[in-house]
């Protein structure tokens, strides 16, 4: 893993896509590691990981070992860290983000198996932080949560997890643009289609059609998907979630995603 100092700009390059927050959304160059993982047999979105996300394959598994800190900048980084930014367009949660060691297996078959999303990580995004479900600890409301989002759409827990509810703009913004895997293995995309279009999705926020790292042959998949809070205090107000809070499948057993 690179050095803290480096994780704001090891490997991107921002484009002109940039959120009403200021965040922008940034292209990863992963060619110093395709080699590597073209080897172990890697193909398809697995390619798009950053390098900062070490990746290897197994009889019916990858790994991903990962640290969990963005490749932007972010005001939940401690003050004295470089990568450090002072952002007031939200509430400022307690908590710093910190450096974890990550290493979670992601299926490379499925049971099809609709399964309940638990507390704590349930996919890993493309720059290697992780994802959590549409929902926040119980007693607390996620759409209230939001409003300590930082700039790119993520926060800390007490424990310094650094982590995205809902599309994370420095990968995706109103776009296809590939974002990460969930724990049962299937691939998450952001709000549209490659064709442009936003399409219909079942209970579990996917549906199987072509994507980008799989043009011809349907596939399912994820979508980052727009939700409604239906809570007292804040019914109607609404949220891009990258989940809906169930798994399509079977997900992997990870010890260290809580």
Same mark, same amino acid.
């Given at each position: ?44 979105? /697995? ?192 949220? /891009? ?18």
């Amino acid at each position: 893993m690179p050095a803290v100092s480096r994780v704001s700009t090891q490997y991107t390059t921002p484009t002109n896509v940039v959120s009403s927050s200021g965040c922008a959304v940034l292209d990863r160059d992963a060619s110093a590691c395709a080699a590597d993982r073209t080897n172990q047999g890697l193909s398809g979105f /697995w390619l798009d990981f950053s390098c900062r996300v070490t990746l290897t394959s197994s009889t019916g598994k990858v790994n991903a070992k990962a640290d969990g800190q963005p490749d932007y900048l972010s005001n939940y980084f401690p003050a004295d860290n470089v990568c450090h930014e002072v952002y007031t367009g939200a509430k400022q949660n307690p908590n710093d983000l910190l450096p974890k060691t990550y290493d979670i297996a992601f299926p490379t078959t499925s049971d099809n198996s609709p399964t309940v999303m638990q507390l704590g990580i349930v996919g890993l995004a493309v720059n290697g932080v992780p994802i959590f479900g549409n929902f926040a600890a119980p007693g607390d409301d996620i759409y209230v949560e939001a409003d300590t989002f930082d700039r790119c759409a993520a926060h800390p827990t007490g424990g310094g997890m650094y982590h995205y509810h809902s599309e994370p703009l420095a990968i995706s913004q109103d776009d296809d643009r590939f974002i990460g895997v969930l724990r049962d293995g299937y691939p998450v995309y952001g709000r549209k289609d490659m064709d442009g279009s936003y399409p219909t999705l079942d209970a579990q926020g996917g549906h199987t059609g072509t994507t980008k790292h799989s043009p011809t042959t349907p596939v399912y998949h994820y979508h980052v998907n727009m939700q409604t809070s239906s809570a007292q205090g804040t019914a109607g107000q609404t949220q /891009w979630f990258v989940t809906t809070g169930t798994y399509h499948g079977g997900p992997s057993a990870c010890p260290d995603c809580n």
